[in-house]
């Protein structure tokens, strides 16, 4: 079964100032997604970035970007300009497509925390 | 557009009752997938809908049902409910089910269904 690791289980950050999330995932697969949701007290779980494992070219999004490390099994998402309204827990997952069909698995999660 | 609407946002039962839980797609997504969130165990995968079959099956008990209707609207039903069910049951949908291109497959989530057993 594909785990999912989040070594960071509190981060903290300032507002206006850049933060990174780890995430180390376990597969022996070639082809896959990784995901990283946000889920703010709302409780709605938001896509935030995806990345496919056969490009290399790491995924940005605004503000939103992660380096990708295949080899090494690496998946960090990085936030520029941290705003008050990126305060969440913040999942890393990871999907394949297999016989048995599609399931997202997912870290424990990582909360995290923008000071003014 | 309407994101995926699940109801009721929540629900409290005592233990050895069912409870059944519904979920709506966003419009024109035809795969409903059906999660478990808890403090202890994070979020668990429980079944997978395209098409009105099951696809995918998480590791929990037969307790544990769902199923899809011809709209792609989904339920999941909990028996004999224990206390640890307690937990926010999410719902996910997406375009597609299948080996195609990413973007049809990204999973989109409700707000879930806040199940407390007494």
């Known amino acids: 079964a594909q785990t999912v690791t989040q070594s960071q289980p509190e981060m903290s950050v300032q507002e206006a100032e850049t933060v990174t999330l780890s995430c180390t995932y376990d597969t022996s697969e070639s082809d896959y997604y990784l995901f990283w949701y946000k889920q703010p007290p709302s409780r709605q779980m938001i896509l935030v970035i995806r990345?496919?494992?056969?490009?290399?070219q790491n995924a940005t999004e605004n503000r939103f970007s992660v380096n990708f490390q295949k080899a090494a099994k690496s998946f960090s998402l990085k936030i520029s300009d941290s705003q008050l309204g990126d305060a969440a827990m913040y999942f890393c997952?990871?999907?394949?497509?297999?016989?048995?069909?599609?399931?997202?698995?997912f870290g424990k999660g990582t909360s995290l925390l923008v000071t003014p | 557009k309407a994101g995926v609407t699940q109801t009721p946002r929540y629900l409290i039962k005592t233990r050895g009752q069912q409870v059944t839980l519904s979920c709506s797609p966003i419009?024109?997504?035809?795969?409903v997938s059906w999660y478990q969130q808890t403090p202890g165990q994070g979020l668990q995968f429980l079944f997978e809908y395209f098409s009105e079959t099951q696809r995918n099956k998480g590791n929990f008990p037969g307790r544990f049902s769902g199923r899809q209707f011809s709209n792609s609207r989904s339920e999941m039903n909990v028996s004999t409910l224990e206390l640890g069910d307690s937990a926010l049951y999410l719902c996910?949908?997406?375009?597609?089910?299948?080996?195609?291109?990413?973007?049809?497959?990204?999973?989109?989530f409700g707000a879930g269904t806040r199940l407390s057993v007494l």
């Open positions: 996910a949908s997406s375009l597609e089910w299948g080996p195609s291109n990413l973007a049809k497959n990204i999973q989109y």
């Open positions: 990345q496919e494992a056969y490009k290399q």
């Open positions: 997952a990871y999907r394949r497509w297999s016989n048995s069909g599609y399931a997202l698995n």
């Open positions: 419009s024109g997504h035809r795969s």
